[in-house]
DNA sequence: GGGTGTCTGCTAAAAAATTAGCACTATGCT
DNA sequence: AGCATAGTGCTAATTTTTTAGCAGACACCC
């Protein structure tokens, strides 16, 4: 039922500030942290991660710049989908109103208009 | 930034389970679950869930009812806040997108209706 | 009445996560 | 060259999670 593999704690806060910035140093990450751990901790967390295979890194001049395996694209969908399933009983248009709901204000116009049209699209797939 | 508080990996199975119910004992929580660990774990996850303030419970006869302190909808605002934050760079446009391609075939005729009607509400709000 | 099943209360043990620290290397700078 | 800085590799210790197990209460049924 759950997409995600199980993490711990950290380990999902270091996932979690890997999928914003696309790209991160150990450093970066730690800067990310909100309740910074040591620098050696986060360190330690990256290298199980990447054992666990959550995470690649590339070698840059003398440090690792670390990097999900799984797109983010495709980690947000397995996201939402365990939201809609925990929280909606399944139903992604509740999850899809609630969303429109809460951001009310802060979508422009622009934004429903795009949304507006990609429902008239769904409604004619559904045919 | 995270809404959600900081819930080791079973504590945050439970939750989720109970999100999902609504309502659940210890063995119905057991029975939920997909690697379960023994009737006496989940107990102890439940009690300590208590502690933190995450559940609460009720006496129904012999047996403790659990069900969260935070009303499911509110935890799904935070669970879909940080989802949004994490793999969607904060674009709640991008998120209901990814959410209507994920279930195109799923989303029935009307559900679409009420979305789109939705969004036009929200124009109207953003003037 | 006695046995059986299902619950809680509690405590202790095992396993996993998390952190810290030291040694070593490369790089850049003066 | 010599020094400071910023990295990694590794190992060990600490803390938190997670699990198991036993004892007692209560209800139910034969």
Redesign the interface.
């Known amino acids: 039922?759950?997409g995600l593999p199980?993490?711990?704690?950290r380990e999902r806060?270091i996932m979690?500030v890997i999928?914003?910035l696309g790209r991160a140093t150990a450093a970066e990450v730690l800067g990310e942290l909100?309740d910074p751990p040591s620098y050696s901790a986060v360190r330690a967390m990256l290298r199980i991660l990447e054992e666990k295979g959550q995470l690649r890194h590339e070698q840059d001049g003398p440090r690792y710049v670390y990097f999900t395996t799984v797109p983010?694209?495709r980690?947000?969908?397995s996201?939402?989908?365990?939201?809609?399933?925990?929280?909606?009983?399944g139903s992604?248009?509740e999850?899809?109103?609630?969303?429109?709901?809460?951001?009310?204000?802060?979508?422009?116009?622009e934004?429903?208009d795009?949304?507006?049209q990609?429902?008239?699209r769904?409604?004619e797939?559904?045919r």
């Open positions: 039922m759950n199980d993490l711990s704690r806060q979690s999928h914003r909100q983010v694209d980690a947000g969908r996201a939402l989908r365990d939201v809609v399933a925990t929280f909606f009983a992604a248009e999850a899809v109103a609630t969303l429109i709901d809460m951001n009310e204000r802060k979508l422009t116009g934004e429903l795009r949304l507006a990609l429902i008239d769904a409604r797939e559904g």
